[in-house]
């Protein structure tokens, strides 16, 4: 999943991230799966190689601040239900990542890869890896409105 730009590679190797790098899943599996929310293959790749990692940027990035991100599913725990709704609303499987902004929003994947801030609303960073460097360079995510809703793909 690393072909994205050095900044990106140089950010997120500062934040523990290395090529080949390998965690174990099963804790956020077990956890969620008993809340109904099932881990799939895009969730366990994408949790495998970045999960537990804290990203620290700030400042101006490309369309709006860079802001830091945590990803670790356990920050989302409780949080099933708007999970669950709004994969359904979009007509895809999200499954709970970690937050972004401390807190402010949290972020899910979706079955083919693609990453997802979710509030009230939700809006798409796009697929892995273009997601990653999103995230890290200051990229707004695109909103998901009324008219795109109902399984279309984003």
């Known amino acids: 999943m690393s072909s994205w730009s050095p900044e990106t590679g140089e950010v997120l190797e500062a934040s523990g991230w290395m090529p080949g790098r390998k965690v174990g899943t099963d804790h956020w599996r077990s956890m969620f799966e008993a809340a109904g929310l099932a881990m799939h293959d895009a969730a366990e790749v994408f949790l495998q190689e970045f999960g537990g990692l804290t990203v620290n940027v700030s400042g101006p990035g490309i369309s709006c601040a860079r802001t ?12 099933d239900d708007r999970f669950a709704e709004w994969g359904e609303l979009i007509g895809h499987r999200l499954f709970p990542l970690g937050e972004l902004d401390h807190g402010r929003f949290f972020l899910a994947i979706d079955e083919v890869g693609v990453i997802y801030l979710v509030e009230t609303w ?32 984003f």
């Open 68 to 79: 830091p991100f945590e990803l670790d599913p356990e920050l989302a725990w409780g949080e």
């Open 122 to 153: 939700v809006a798409s960073f796009g697929p892995m890896p273009q997601a990653m460097e999103n995230l890290v360079l200051g990229v707004a995510p695109r909103r998901i409105d009324g008219d795109e809703l109902a399984g279309q793909a």
